[in-house]
Every structure is written in structure tokens, then in C-alpha cells.
């Protein structure tokens, strides 16, 4: 018969562990707890590391495939970016410095150039090269020298000599100050004399005074007035010209390179240079007419102090220019003393 077994066992298992007993099929066998040994003084044995966690994927944000392709760009430098910026000047610029400064050291090296008789030079002051040195300061000389003689003219008297041939070679400010003469641009002036040539430095000023201030010399119609400094205004530079009597013998000393033979007058820098010769004598196709020589010479000096080149004779018979070359000849010409006769 077919019923429970009556030996407490369960079908399929064992006896008295309440189980069902499979037939033929054996039973899984009871796990046998694991007991870990305890070693000797109680205690317990070291565990074995822990195994090391798993590899997990870090996260990265998400980026566009266009911002993961860009090329870091480099910024130019600072020649580069001047040169995109201003272009074909970035080039020019420092080729127009080159330039500039090539020029300059060519023209601080250039020695000055042989003294010539030009027109519209500017009246500054001359250092002579050799001999005594002015009496007083001034500016520098920046223009060309004028004269009424060349290399080729031979120094010759008229008349009875009776100046000196060669004084001390310095030269003394005439002190003093006169009115202003006429009106206009206030041109001052002084007048320096040549120490040991036996001439009355006041009375060679009072003739030149006479002679700029009248209404014929250059400040004709208010075009300039004239006033004669003295010493103190001389030392501080406060003046445009001046007006030099000179010994021939040292002309060349303030007029070099001019060539005037130790004849004719000059101008060089700001100095109007009389030729003492030329004011005791005047020259023979004057006929002895001395006092106006006097004026032609010193209207003459001053005006290429002014400025003013030589012209020639406008033609015979006709009133010599004051800036004709007289002391050499008149080319047919009259004799004349002023600008604006």
C-alpha cells in the first residue's frame, strides 16, 4: 500500500529531518560551516586584503565635435601686429629714419663753403680763423661773405696815405646810443672801431648814425628804423648788425676768404667791414668826392647785412644802384650814395 512511511523519515530524505524523500535521486549534501583556526594566543589570523574595486568610466561633459577639432592659435607678436596694422608705413617709417639721420651726420661733418657773393644771406656774426677775436660776442655766422673784390685786384692807394696800413687787429665797441631813425622794424646796430689806427671812434660813428638815418638809406618811406647800442647791449647780444672800420692790413683776418686784397670793404656774418683804406681815400673814379664814398660804402655794407646782393648798372648814364659794385668801377653808371635817392 501506498502511504507515508512509518519510520518517522520523510520520502526522499532522511530519517527525522522532516524533508520529503525523493526516490532515486541522492540527496545534496549539508554545508559544512567553514571554522576559522585561531591561532596560538587567541588570536585571530590577518584577512587577506580586500580585492581592489572595479574600473568604472569616468563621466567627461559632452562636447561638440567642433570645439574637440579647434587649433589653439598662437598670438603674433608685436612687429607682426605693428606691420598688419600700418602696412607699407611700418617699412617706411624706419627707412625715412635712416634717411634723416644720414643726412644730418652729413651736414654736422660738411666743412663751410668758400664765402661767395650771393644775394639774401643772413646777417650773423663771424669768428675770424686766425688773428684777435672780436670784441664782443654774437651769434654765430650762418650765411656767405660779400665783397667788392676779387682774388685778381691789386690793392692800390689814391691819394696821399694818411691812414695805418695795419693796427692791433682787435676791435672796441663805440659806446653810446642814439635816437631811433625812422619808423618801421626797429633794426639796432653798433659800430665798432680797430684799436691803434689813430681814428676818433665817435666821430666814425656819428658818420655812419648820419648816414642810416637819413630818409635815402634804407629806412626810406618807413620801411625800417635805425638805432645805434652801445657796449652793454653789444655784450648781451641785442643787436642785428654790426658796423666794423677795419685797417686794411687786417681785412682778410675779418673778412676771410673774401679776397679784398686789402682793398675793397666787406660783409661777413653780421659785420659790415669798412676798409680803412677805402674811408680815408675813397677810390680815384670818385674824384675825391670822400664824403659820399663814405655813405655809398657804409649804405652798401649795411644793405648786404640786410640782405641785399649786388645788381649791375641799369645802363649808361643812368644812377648807379647802391648795391653796384662802386668801389670797383661804375660801368657807365653815375656815382650814387643811396638806396632811394
Not at 130 to 157: H, I, L, M, R
Not at 294 to 320: D, K, T
Request: one cysteine or more; charged letters at 20%.
Amino acid at each position: 500500500m501506498g502511504g507515508r512511511p512509518t519510520d518517522g523519515r520523510s520520502a526522499g530524505g532522511r530519517p527525522g529531518d522532516g524533508r520529503p524523500v525523493r526516490r532515486g535521486v541522492p540527496p545534496l549534501p549539508r554545508p559544512v560551516p567553514v571554522r576559522t583556526p585561531v591561532a596560538a594566543g587567541g588570536r585571530a589570523p590577518a584577512r587577506s586584503p580586500a580585492r581592489p574595486a572595479p574600473l568604472v568610466a569616468r563621466s567627461e561633459p559632452w562636447t561638440s565635435p567642433r570645439e574637440r577639432t579647434t587649433t589653439v592659435r598662437t598670438r603674433p607678436g608685436r612687429l607682426r601686429r605693428f606691420a598688419r596694422r600700418y602696412g607699407w608705413r611700418a617699412y617706411a617709417v624706419p627707412l625715412l629714419m635712416i634717411a634723416t639721420l644720414a643726412v644730418l651726420l652729413d651736414l654736422a661733418f660738411i666743412a663751410p663753403s668758400t664765402p661767395a657773393s650771393t644775394a639774401g644771406a643772413t646777417a650773423t656774426q663771424q669768428a675770424p680763423p686766425s688773428g684777435e677775436s672780436p670784441s664782443v660776442p654774437g651769434p654765430e655766422a650762418t650765411a656767405t661773405a660779400e665783397g667788392d673784390a676779387g682774388p685778381s685786384v691789386t690793392p692800390q692807394a689814391v691819394g696821399e696815405e694818411t691812414y695805418v696800413e695795419k693796427g692791433a687787429g682787435s676791435l672796441s665797441v663805440v659806446d653810446g646810443t642814439s635816437p631811433v631813425f625812422g619808423t618801421g622794424p626797429l633794426q639796432r646796430f653798433i659800430v665798432e672801431v680797430e684799436e691803434d689806427i689813430d681814428v676818433d671812434g665817435a666821430r666814425f660813428a656819428a658818420a655812419v648814425e648820419d648816414t642810416l638815418g637819413d630818409p635815402r638809406s634804407w629806412g626810406n618811406g618807413g620801411r625800417m628804423s635805425f638805432q645805434r647800442v652801445g657796449v652793454e647791449e653789444a655784450a648781451a647780444g641785442q643787436f642785428v648788425f654790426r658796423v666794423s672800420l677795419v685797417s686794411p692790413g687786417n681785412m682778410e683776418t675779418y673778412c676771410p676768404g673774401v679776397g679784398t686784397g686789402g682793398y675793397t670793404s666787406c660783409r661777413y656774418g653780421d659785420r659790415a667791414v669798412i676798409n680803412l683804406a677805402r674811408w680815408a681815400t675813397a677810390v680815384p673814379h670818385y674824384d675825391g668826392d670822400i664824403a659820399t664814398y663814405r655813405q655809398y660804402v657804409v649804405n652798401h655794407e649795411v644793405g648786404h647785412a640786410l640782405g641785399n646782393g649786388h645788381v649791375p648798372c641799369p645802363g649808361p648814364g643812368q644812377v648807379a644802384p647802391v648795391m653796384l659794385q662802386q668801389t670797383l668801377r661804375l660801368d657807365g653808371c653815375v656815382k650814387n650814395a643811396w638806396p632811394y635817392p
